[in-house]
């Protein structure tokens, strides 16, 4: 039977998703160079157009319609046979269709989240080719194999209540590869960037917090305990780890930066990501305020080690962030949370660990080799890199012939 106040809690939940897009494009937008920002804004609206029509005519089957291999099928292109009464194995409460498009809401922000690894240098024609095949040949796979009816990560055990895995893994990992294959950006170490306006970093971080909600809460499906469980963690880790983060720089650089706080708060989110319907509010805190010591230092003291230029630090904050929730997921988990979960490590079940750590492997894996063939492909077909002129004048002009300042005489 379909409830109408889990209906509602979800669709509100869908909005708010989708509001972590745009959110991301003032976030990475900041952080740009000037000459950049508009090209930032392009790419991460122009992934919930396309993305948008490519969930609802193959992305929804691919990812979630029942079936045992690399994908869910084609029973459901086009949505046909996605209706409006209720999908039991999904969710039980709301209509099919009301599930799907809180779905596609993930599908759109997580190839945008690999933007913060290449922002800067690469051609928009290659974004979007790049982007459709990365969602149809990692994205949608990758959903099936930890969400859906079949999938065998799902069999297997594996946890991962907001995408932990399939999200923040997956992206951060494509962010890696895209970033060391492209090459470090020019000038890079005689002219460092630096962000061009931080209160867009912040208003951007602000609504990324909020849509969380939505992302994490949305995720029990129904308007219940486990959505109130799913808010309170969620809260909680993202203030544990932008206070964390903002100590460690009070500490080690002498003063916090809102920037470090910004960072800090959005680890914490990744973090409590895949754990949020699994654990109490003392492991979030924990989760919290370690996630914040990784992910600084993976982007002050790995990254200046190997020399790759994650130009947003996708890879250092989403991938790090989600690789140490999933894990956390495994020792934290309780069924006294959630009952159709299971205990972790630290409540009795060590397998629980080891399922999280082989569903981490997997995604690393997997992710890792199809983004390094997806990207030669499209650099074979149409070149990846700007040329260093349009690179040096910014993308802004080069590719959309547009500024975002205009300096009036």
């Known amino acids: ?194 962000p061009h306006n931080m209160p867009f970093v912040v208003l951007g971080t602000g609504l990324l917090w909020f849509g969380w909600f939505g992302f994490n809460a949305g995720s029990a499906l129904a308007a219940n305990g486990l959505a109130v469980n799913a808010f309170v963690v969620t809260n909680t880790a993202a203030a544990a780890a932008g206070l964390s983060w903002a100590l460690i720089e009070w500490l080690h650089n002498g003063k916090p930066t809102i920037f470090g706080l910004c960072s800090g708060a959005v680890a914490g989110l990744v973090a409590i990501t895949p754990a949020a319907g699994y654990v109490s509010v003392i492991p979030a805190i924990i989760i919290g305020l370690l996630v914040s010591v990784f992910c600084f230092i993976a982007v002050t003291v790995i990254k200046p080690k190997f020399g790759y230029d994650d130009s947003l630090d996708a890879f250092g904050v989403h991938c790090v962030g989600g690789i140490w929730g999933a894990l956390a997921t495994g020792l934290f988990a309780s069924k006294a949370v959630n009952a159709a979960g299971a205990n972790g490590l630290f409540f009795g079940n060590p397998k629980q660990f080891l399922v999280q750590l082989a569903a981490v492997v997997v995604t690393i894996l997997f992710t890792g080799i199809m983004t390094t063939i997806i990207y030669k492909i499209v650099d074979l077909l149409v070149g990846v890199r700007v040329d260093e002129k349009s690179e040096l004048m910014g993308l802004d002009l080069t590719q959309h012939r547009e500024r975002a300042y205009t300096i009036l005489e």
């Not at 596609?104 to 933007?115: D, G, K, V, W």
Request: aromatic residues 14%; positive net charge.
């Open 1 to 194: 039977m379909i409830n109408s106040g889990d209906t509602a809690w979800v669709l509100v939940s869908a909005a708010l998703v989708l509001l972590m897009t745009p959110a991301l494009a003032f976030f990475y937008g900041g952080m740009v160079r000037r000459k950049n920002v508009l090209s930032v804004l392009m790419q991460c609206f122009i992934v919930m157009c396309v993305l948008s029509l490519h969930w609802v005519l193959i992305g929804y089957s691919l990812s979630f319609a029942p079936a045992k291999g690399f994908w869910g099928g084609f029973a459901w292109l086009g949505l046909r046979g996605v209706g409006l009464e209720p999908y039991a194995d999904y969710a039980a409460t709301i209509p099919h269709q009301a599930f799907m498009i809180f779905q596609c809401m993930f599908a759109i922000i997580t190839p945008a989240l690999i933007i913060g690894a290449f922002a800067e240098r690469m051609k928009f024609s290659a974004f979007l080719i790049f982007t459709l095949l990365w969602a149809t040949f990692v994205y949608a796979p990758l959903c099936h194999w930890v969400w859906g009816i079949g999938g065998f990560l799902r069999d297997l055990g594996a946890l991962d209540f907001a995408g932990g895995t399939v999200v923040h893994i997956n992206a951060g990992i494509a962010a890696l590869i895209t970033a060391i294959i492209l090459g470090r950006r020019t000038n890079l170490d005689k002219n460092i960037p630096t």
